[in-house]
């Protein structure tokens, strides 16, 4: 357990430390870090990893909503961080349900998130609660549903 602990990233091990039940899981795979959390737990996951001087994960280069339909939970939100000054990325994840896909925004955190939260809304239908305007950024605002989700139909709705 110990080599485990010294082989993770020291963004794994400083957000271990500073809250011990907030990860649920971490995946490493070809060399890239997934921490899989709690919703309750990401906005302080997200501005502890920012503002901690020694991570610097100032840069939030994506946010990606998956839907694993027909399983539960269906959905999990994505977010790639990037640490430029370290020259190191890590993912987060979010996983939740069908009947309550709400994650918190991050856009106080990172401001950047305010377009990728309206597209991952838009396409996916994940609401991000407190986000400043929630509306429609690719599709037209008559639009039904959301097109990206795997029970969509292929031809539209009519």
Known sequence: MESQQ?????A?????????????EVISFRGETTVVLPRNRLIAACEFLKSDAELDFAFLSD???????????????????????????LR????????????????NVWPTANWHEREAWDLMGV????????????MPDDWEG?????????????
């Open 6 to 10: 010294q082989d993770s990233p020291l």
């Open 12 to 24: 794994v091990r400083k957000l271990k430390e500073r809250d011990p039940q907030g990860i649920t």
């Open 63 to 89: 946010i990606t909503p998956v839907d694993r339909f027909p399983v539960e939970p269906r959905f999990e939100v994505n977010y790639h961080l990037v640490s430029l000054s370290r020259r190191e990325r």
């Open 92 to 107: 987060l994840k979010v996983k939740v349900t069908s009947k309550d896909p709400t994650v918190p925004t991050v856009t």
């Open 127 to 138: 609401q991000f609660e407190g986000h400043p305007n929630l509306t429609r950024i690719l």
């Open 146 to 158: 959301h097109p990206h989700r795997k029970d969509y139909p292929v031809e539209g709705y009519r």
